[in-house]
């Protein structure tokens, strides 16, 4: 079965430290891959998306995502991170041509001034 | 932007009662999705609608469920008897074909 698992469940940082966060899927053949970002009190928005070319993926807001193939994940970066990133992160998956997504349980991400 | 708007933002209902949630997705687009998460749990595909029919739905997604387009702009989630496991946050989505989908701000539903 097609799942996303994501690696930590919550993440303390201060400001100005780098992030990154784990995130695995396992589907057979081609796949798409998101990070969604939920902000306290607002709607799951699009980070960045990787549908197929170049791995390494810009999104808004300085985030960045590397696909690996020969290890199925998508990770998300971020080289400084700011007070304003406190939110949950959601990475998921799904086929292509297939808008039925599959959701990683989630990151709290916490930065501290 | 364009966004999803969804209402209400809350919605507490005794077990057993239906309950609507609406959505109005962004007006080009024309996939629709209903998604929900229980609290501490993952955000989980319920169904996809398109050209005004049920393309895919979840398990969990039986009888006591049902998706509506009644006119051009809204789509609604009914529960016909609320179950108290019923309770999360129930996110309406909608994209276009070939990009990603676009979430509202969700409904918290309280099953008492």
């Known amino acids: 079965a097609q799942s996303v698992s994501q690696h930590n469940h919550h993440v303390i940082l201060s400001e100005a430290a780098s992030l990154e966060l784990g995130c695995n899927y396992s589907?057979?053949?081609?796949?798409?891959l998101f990070w969604y970002v939920q902000y306290p009190g607002q709607h799951l928005q699009l980070l960045l998306k990787y549908f197929s070319g170049d791995p390494l993926v810009k999104g808004i807001k300085g985030f960045e995502a590397e696909f690996i193939k020969s290890k199925f994940s998508f990770n998300l970066r971020k080289p400084s991170v700011q007070w304003s990133d406190t939110a949950e992160y959601f990475c998921a998956a799904g086929r292509s041509n297939d808008y039925k997504l599959s959701f990683g349980a989630g990151t709290t991400v916490t930065v501290r001034a | 932007e364009p966004e999803v708007t969804q209402t209400p933002s809350h919605q507490v209902t005794q077990m057993g009662q239906e309950v609507i949630l609406r959505c109005v997705p962004i007006?080009?687009?024309?996939?629709f999705y209903w998604y929900r998460q229980i609290l501490g749990q993952k955000v989980e595909f319920l169904v996809s609608?398109?050209?005004?029919?049920?393309?895919?739905k979840s398990e969990i997604f039986d009888d006591q469920f049902s998706v509506e387009r009644p006119d051009g702009s809204n789509f609604t989630l009914k529960i016909r008897s609320t179950k108290l496991e019923d309770s999360a946050m129930y996110f309406c989505?909608?994209?276009?074909?070939?990009?990603?989908?676009?979430f509202g701000n969700g409904t918290r539903l309280t099953v008492t």
């Open positions: 989505a909608s994209s276009l074909q070939g990009t990603p989908l676009h």
């Open positions: 589907y057979g053949g081609t796949v798409n």
């Open positions: 609608f398109y050209n005004n029919e049920i393309s895919e």
């Open positions: 007006s080009n687009h024309l996939y």
